[in-house]
């Protein structure tokens, strides 16, 4: 039960289950999270063809061929920040024909930061540090 319980969540289990068919043009993966690089490489080794992307995760998690931009969890930091507009800058102009994958998981809200309107960084940081210190995680 356990082996069964751990080997569940695997995205390599997973993804290939929830492939869309290829589109005309290109595939573009892009995702955040600390799953992303694993379901990157999931996505990547059964896709017919190779895809391009960009997926943010937490520092220490190595992946091979779609590029993987590292950044802080739990509390966000620049290398995320940057992250965030590297990513956006990445699906900017996109066609019809191309088909956009997104691999989001626990965490990327952290990775991704991208604070609104004039919300700084330092803003962000502070309130994310405010719920740790109020341990606001759920209790089911």
């Known amino acids: ?12 289990r997973i993804v290939p289950a929830w492939l ?10 892009i995702g955040a999270g600390e799953g992303a690089a694993a379901m990157a490489q999931a996505f990547d ?3 017919p063809h190779p895809p391009e992307g960009l997926v943010v995760t937490r520092y220490g998690v190595p992946y091979r061929r779609i590029r ?28 019809a024909d191309e088909l956009i994958v997104a691999l989001i998981s626990g ?4 990775l991704l930061p991208a604070p609104a309107g004039d919300l700084t960084l330092d803003d962000e940081q502070a309130f994310n540090r405010s719920l740790l210190a ?3 995680r759920s209790r089911t």
């Not at 039960?1 to 390599?12: G, L, R």
């Not at 869309?20 to 993966?29: C, K, M, Q």
């Not at 930091?77 to 940057?82: H, Q, S, T």
């Open 1 to 12: 039960m356990f082996e069964t319980s751990v080997a569940a969540p695997d995205p390599a």
């Open 20 to 29: 869309p068919d290829p589109p005309r043009g290109r595939t573009i993966v």
């Open 45 to 47: 080794d059964a896709w």
């Open 68 to 95: 993987v931009l590292e950044a802080a969890h739990p509390v966000p930091d620049e290398a995320g920040l940057a992250a965030s507009r590297q990513l956006l800058g990445f699906v900017s102009g996109l066609t």
């Open 107 to 110: 965490g990327s809200s952290a």
């Open 134 to 136: 109020a341990d606001c």
